[in-house]
């Protein structure tokens, strides 16, 4: 069976891009023997084998791989890219720059771990996150769905997305910008330098910037007449969102004390208005953040280190950049511009000049040894720190801004692996994991008005987790899957002390732990050479206990991290993919998951079962899907130009916002959406050129997502990409 030819017709459908290089890969044909003679008849190059995507899709994990040059001619970021995955769903509480919330199998938020070349994105601020990240940055996305690879580091309960990045050891350029509707602006400039002795220089470099000034269909309040005014369409008006970020690394390859050693930097700075805060009822007109992010960084790879099989990864990072937010104008807003100012000194929300640092450290050590060809070992080694200093000079002596914000954070996790000649592979793994939480809570000391005292505490949590993952071939076609985890999960800071906008802290949180099973089939079959499928098909249970889980504050304008006792979660996921002769490629997933609060009582002293009790969890999706279609068009006005047009749909169930046991009938709920995206690139001189269309949305259907806050309207969208590569 012809896998490569398969997968990449597959993976060209996810995305929009026909620029393909002259290294083509396919697969050996077994039924007769490869001449000399055929291969000089090929004016390209033929490497025989498996592609990478291909061999991590076969990996006992449940993961997916797509392979993100396919996309590279798109307007997408990072997590619109994931967005189309089986059992991933990325929600929005904005446009371009607004907070972004990954849910795979139900997880959600900080459940799911996010890494770039294996390294965790903890601490990387504000100007470098997913919904800002172009793709062109990466070469592919692994998207693990429950259990997490030891090699990774992770405290992940319900999965991991890692980002690959380009480190081929070799030249490359690749510029592109883009336009588009709200006055949208996207510029991205990777390049790389590889001489003959080794020497290496990188620098990636983005921008991001749009006003966001797109439609909502809402009825207005007036804070004149303290009415609703008729539904009718409503343009935001103070979202603006801007971003740059340069990324340079210099260094050495293929030396003998190291394989690749990389020293660098990033910078980056952000500038964002706030419109909203947690619910489309609070709008702003003034309030906004400001931040930056200065971060040094250390990587070092080497194979084969003193002995045949031992391979060494050393990862390190600190983040001294800064955040500040801006709210000192005492005004009111409502969506029909309108205001309403005060005499007093004041905020729309919070009367703040609020500057802080969120200091961040990393340092990840993974040692691998491959014993002989069935037998290997793994140990990982994560530390992580996290201490908020800050000022606010409209308050210089607020001692609470002294006060010590600091956790630090290990993990280790040590890995076995069997592999049985690729007929079967099994792995078995141990985590063990440690915080240290140092903050501050205020009391009243004497009782008396306006009286306050700080007190220290210090909180340290040790846990352990285990699991196994298997994976075997019925035949070469047909592979199935199995993996459970008895998975831990330490509260990250921004949950425990908020994020210093929309979030508030809540230090009585408390570590989470869920037994996590997997099980999965994937079969590819030809039904004739022309005409390939495949079927991923995967079900799943989750037993969490101290489910850490958001919800909105008493007054509905910020959200909360808390822990419930207990939650379940038995869920399917179904993908079909189509593909023929390289001309066609279609595809369909969907996912349905049965999340549930099992927690029976509302508090320890409760007496009585509590009225949400089997509830199915709100505000968080359990059913949705995707589909999708591309036609390409090979040589198309001469060799080596190629069209290709795509189609993209998305679709997610109504969902209730609140409990579905509390409230009234007029409960309040999140609609079914189907959203609808379609592209067009041509790429010339065999990708060298290429020009990309998009329209987003195309009907202008009326999308929300996390507590109902609308997405943006159609928009449409113009990318220019120059590659060049040696």
């Known amino acids: 069976m012809q896998y490569n030819k398969f997968y990449t017709a597959i993976l060209l459908a996810i ?421 240290r939480l140092t903050s501050t809570s205020s009391y009243n000391p004497s009782g008396n008005w306006g009286d306050v005292a700080y007190e220290t505490q210090k909180m340290n949590y040790n846990k352990v987790g285990y699991g196994v993952a298997a994976s075997y071939f019925v035949n070469p076609d047909l592979q199935i899957k199995a993996s459970y985890e008895n998975a831990k999960r330490m509260p990250e800071a921004f949950e425990i002390f908020g994020d210093m906008v929309n979030r508030v802290s809540n230090l009585e949180l408390k570590p989470e732990s869920s037994d996590n099973v997997n099980v999965g089939v994937g079969y590819f079959f030809n039904v004739t050479p022309d005409h390939r499928f495949a079927l991923n098909a995967g079900w799943l249970y989750r037993d969490a206990h101290d489910f850490i889980r958001e919800r909105l504050q008493t007054n509905q304008t910020r959200y909360i991290m808390e822990n419930l006792a207990r939650a379940t979660n038995m869920g399917v996921d179904g993908e079909v993919r189509y593909s023929y002769h390289n001309l066609i490629s279609a595809g369909a997933s969907l996912s349905y998951h049965n999340f549930r609060n099992m927690t029976m009582y509302d508090n320890p002293e409760a007496t009585e079962i509590s009225l949400v009790y089997k509830d199915r969890m709100p505000n968080i999706p359990y059913l949705y899907g995707n589909a999708d279609a591309s036609v390409f068009l090979t040589d198309l006005g001469g060799k080596g130009n190629n069209l290709s047009i795509g189609y993209n749909l998305l679709y997610v169930h109504n969902m209730y916002l609140f409990w579905p046991s509390q409230g009234s009938e007029g409960k309040h709920i999140i609609p079914t959406q189907f959203a609808h995206d379609v592209n067009i690139v041509y790429a010339l001189s065999n990708g060298k050129y290429n020009v990309g269309l998009e329209c987003k949305n195309l009907t202008d259907a009326r999308l929300y997502d996390n507590f109902s806050l609308p997405k943006p309207s159609r928009g449409f969208f113009l990318k220019l990409r120059y590659f060049i590569s040696q």
């Open 15 to 435: 995305g929009i891009s026909m620029g393909s290089p002259k290294a083509q890969v396919v697969q050996r044909d077994t039924t007769r023997a490869d001449s000399l003679q055929d291969q000089r008849l090929i004016d390209s190059v033929v490497v025989m084998g498996r592609t990478r995507v291909h061999e991590i899709n076969r990996q006992a994990y449940n993961v997916t791989a797509i392979d993100a040059t396919k996309l590279h001619n798109s307007t997408l970021d990072i997590g619109h890219a994931i967005d189309r995955v089986s059992g991933v769903r990325v929600r929005e509480s904005g446009g371009v720059g607004s907070d972004m919330n990954i849910s795979i199998n139900g997880f959600t938020g900080k459940q799911i771990k996010i890494f770039i070349d294996g390294v965790p994105m903890e601490g990387f601020g504000s100007s470098f996150q997913l919904n800002n990240i172009p793709v062109n940055l990466a070469e592919r996305v692994e998207i693990y769905r429950g259990v997490v690879p030891v090699w990774l580091g992770s405290d992940a309960m319900g999965g991991a997305i890692n980002i690959v990045t380009k480190t081929r050891n070799r030249s490359y350029l690749d510029a592109s910008y883009s336009y588009g509707s709200f006055n949208t602006h996207r510029t991205n400039i990777n390049a790389g330098w590889t001489a003959k002795s080794g020497f290496t220089v990188q620098v990636n470099a983005y921008q991001n910037y749009s006003d966001n000034n797109y439609r909502m269909w809402m009825e207005p309040s007036n804070i004149n007449t303290w009415k609703r005014e008729p539904a009718q369409y409503i343009r935001r008006f103070h979202d603006t969102y801007h971003n740059e970020v340069v990324m340079a690394n210099v260094g050495v390859v293929d030396k003998k004390y190291a394989d690749r050693l990389m020293i660098g930097v990033q910078l980056g700075k952000t500038y964002q208005e706030i419109q909203t805060g947690a619910q489309i009822e609070s709008v702003f007109g003034s309030a906004h953040r400001r931040g930056n992010i200065v971060m040094p960084t250390l990587r070092y790879y080497e194979k084969d280190l003193f002995i045949k099989g031992l391979t060494a990864t050393l990862n390190a990072n600190i983040n001294v950049g800064k955040e500040q937010n801006i709210d000192t104008v005492n005004v009111r807003y409502d969506w029909l511009q309108n205001t309403k100012y005060q005499d007093a000194p004041g905020g729309e929300r919070s009367y703040t000049l609020y500057k802080y640092s969120d200091n961040t450290g990393l340092a990840t050590a993974t040692l691998s040894y491959d014993i002989n060809k069935r037998h290997a070992i793994v140990v990982n080694n994560v530390f992580t720190t996290f201490d908020r200093r800050g000022s606010d000079e409209l308050f210089p002596e607020n001692e609470a801004y002294e006060m010590p914000s600091r956790t630090r954070k290990n993990m280790t996790g040590i890995d076995y692996r069997y592999n049985h000649d690729g007929k079967w592979v099994a792995s078995a793994f141990f985590k063990n994991y440690n915080q």
